[in-house]
């Protein structure tokens, strides 16, 4: 099996982006990235739009947004908030707007280009972006044509290091979807997770496994990784697993306790907060989950008996 240099590898990655960001998506989808924009003007440099309501071609559920801004001042109009989003970002709120075929809800996410940009490196300890944005996303808004190229490169970037864990957390040799399903079950230990699915990991690979596959060497040879072909559809990545474990541990530890600093500042950022984040857990877990007044009142209070009793319960994990 031959692979092309770097540069040419870099350039296959590029036009499949290219292609999959330029893809339509459904009226009210560009509608609700327009509304955003509209009301921050130019300091929203891109919308991503991403998630399952992309995977499904469907506008029926929450819609998920990253919004890429430069100044969180110019953004939020206000320094405590801008102060807030730089701390610990993304800072997180809901949007409501009227579609075509009805009422509209939006989880909109907002971050600088450049933090954005670094937590997509495979050396940093937060994993929440690069594994999300390693999948399929459409760049529905976007300043100009240098911002539409950072995004690409940014995005490319994201693949190249969710390549790299792949083949370090997978097999030593395999077939492509090996290597991603591995990656993407270990993931879900990165972070407190409410989903029902005992294999939600092959699920997302299974969603675009050609996508996956046809992005798996390019994004290897632009990290440096050697990779060997084996037997039919097989490869063998020449890359160290010594030390994986313990720093993907180490990643699992600081993501859940991202995940759940963000979910209490959601509380506070998000509109009516505590009744999405409750919606969350009931939707994905399929278990209801009742506060008292109490507890809705002051989530921040009574958040550590909240999820002590839900990792009881095993609806968090």
């Avoid at 509304?35 to 991503?48: E, K, Q, T």
């Avoid at 405590?80 to 009805?102: C, D, E, H, K, Y």
């Avoid at 997509?120 to 929440?128: E, G, H, K, V, W």
């Avoid at 989950?289 to 009881?312: D, I, K, M, N, Y």
Wanted: charged content about 25%; aromatic content about 10%; some cysteine.
């Amino acid at each position: 099996m031959s692979f092309p240099d770097a540069k040419r590898s870099a350039k296959t990655m590029g036009a499949v982006l290219d292609e999959e960001l330029a893809e339509d998506v459904a009226p009210d989808v560009r509608a609700m990235a327009n509304a955003i924009v509209a009301a921050h003007g130019g300091s929203v440099a891109a919308v991503l739009f991403y998630g399952s309501c992309l995977r499904d071609s469907s506008t029926a559920g929450v819609l998920d947004f990253y919004v890429l801004v430069d100044d969180y001042r110019a953004y939020h109009r206000r320094a405590m908030p801008a102060l807030f989003n730089f701390l610990l970002p993304p800072t997180v709120s809901q949007w409501r707007i009227r579609g075509s075929s009805g009422p509209l809800r939006a989880k909109v996410a907002v971050i600088s280009r450049a933090q954005f940009r670094r937590r997509m490196n495979a050396r940093n300890l937060d994993t929440s972006l690069w594994i999300r944005f390693c999948q399929p996303c459409a760049l529905v808004y976007r300043r100009d044509t240098e911002t539409a190229d950072w995004v690409v490169e940014t995005l490319g970037q994201a693949i190249s290091t969710a390549a790299e864990w792949a083949v370090r957390l997978g097999p030593a040799e395999g077939e492509p979807g090996s290597y991603w399903r591995a990656l993407f079950r270990n993931s879900y230990r990165a972070e407190l997770r409410v989903e029902r699915s005992a294999d939600r990991g092959a699920t997302i690979y299974e969603a675009a496994a050609a996508r996956y596959d046809r992005l798996l060497l390019p994004a290897l040879r632009r990290t440096g990784i050697r990779v060997q072909s084996a037997a039919a559809g097989q490869v063998r990545p020449f890359c160290r697993h010594r030390g994986t474990a313990a720093a993907w541990f180490l990643r699992c530890a600081v993501g859940k306790t991202l995940t759940l600093a963000r979910l209490v500042k959601a509380s506070f950022t998000f509109n009516d907060g505590v009744d999405y984040i409750v919606w969350k857990i009931e939707r994905h877990s399929g278990r209801p989950l009742t506060l008292s007044p109490w507890q809705r009142r002051h989530p921040l209070l009574s958040a550590p008996a909240v999820l002590w009793r839900l990792w009881r319960s095993k609806t968090i994990r």
